[in-house]
């Protein structure tokens, strides 16, 4: 791994503002990967070929200042990293919109969804879909990359952005006012793709799942192509197929904490030979603002998980 970072640090106005500035860009080479001759062999072959590349920066800014008896401080961070695979000796693909090379590093693939199909269409005249499971008015209908009117593994594209957000961002302040204090910190990430699927998203997975609120706005006969569901079944494996459907934008903005405290007077502390009293309460996990309605964008895709907890606390500091 090489890597090389630039960096600018400053305070001005009597400290009042400060910051820093980093630009990294990084290269990782010989990294071992399953080589394409892996194919051929009918065994793993691994091969310390792998290349990538990885470069963004961060960035921090802060203001504190006083006006009177009211002192207060905002503070924000930005970092933006993207990570491209630059060698991954892939196996040769019919189609260049088919190689992972070229693209970050879990770039999600699949098909590209097109439209629902509708009772209005004469399904045996489009391309045949029958490889990816029996399709009627309801289905997800995908694109076919390629024109040769069959929807096989070459339609298959990249779906979306990275799992992982290339974009991480916070902002902390607080304000202070004669013994009373109160901050909060807010935080989020961005470009990043979630995908909906299994027991947490799919009516009836396996068979054994529940069938979920967004279900309701499902589609129906006379729908067309308002609704945000397919059809409902038991089974479609046409419609769980690995596709942009699913994908979805996972930025969001939290409101990680706030807190409200009160600091005794010293005239009163000092009577029982303390010197500060301190006194608050405050809260985590209080709102989050995103598009991922049925679970936390920040746990597994899977849902599956232990949810972010919202806890409220209260409490008291003395110091002798």
Known sequence: ATQYNIGLDFSLFNDRLHGSFDYFKEKNKDILIKNAISVMYGAEVWMPEGEMSNKGYEIQLGWRDKIQNVSYYINGNLSYAKNIVENKNEEHQAYPWMYTTGHPYSTRFGYVFD???????????????????????????????????VIDENDRTIIGRSRNPEIFYGIDLGVSYKGFDLSALFQGAAKSTTYNSGYTYWAFHNQTGNVMEHVLDRWTPGSGQNASYPRLSLSSSNNTQTSSYWAQDNKYIRLKSVELGYTLPSSLTKKISASKIRVYVNGNNLITWDKVDHRDPEIDESGLRYPMVRTFTCGLNISF
């Open 115 to 149: 439209r629902y199909f509708t009772e209005d269409d004469d399904i045996a005249s489009l391309p045949d879909q029958s490889l990816l499971g029996d399709v009627q008015a309801g289905d997800l209908k995908y694109k076919d990359l390629n024109g040769d009117n």
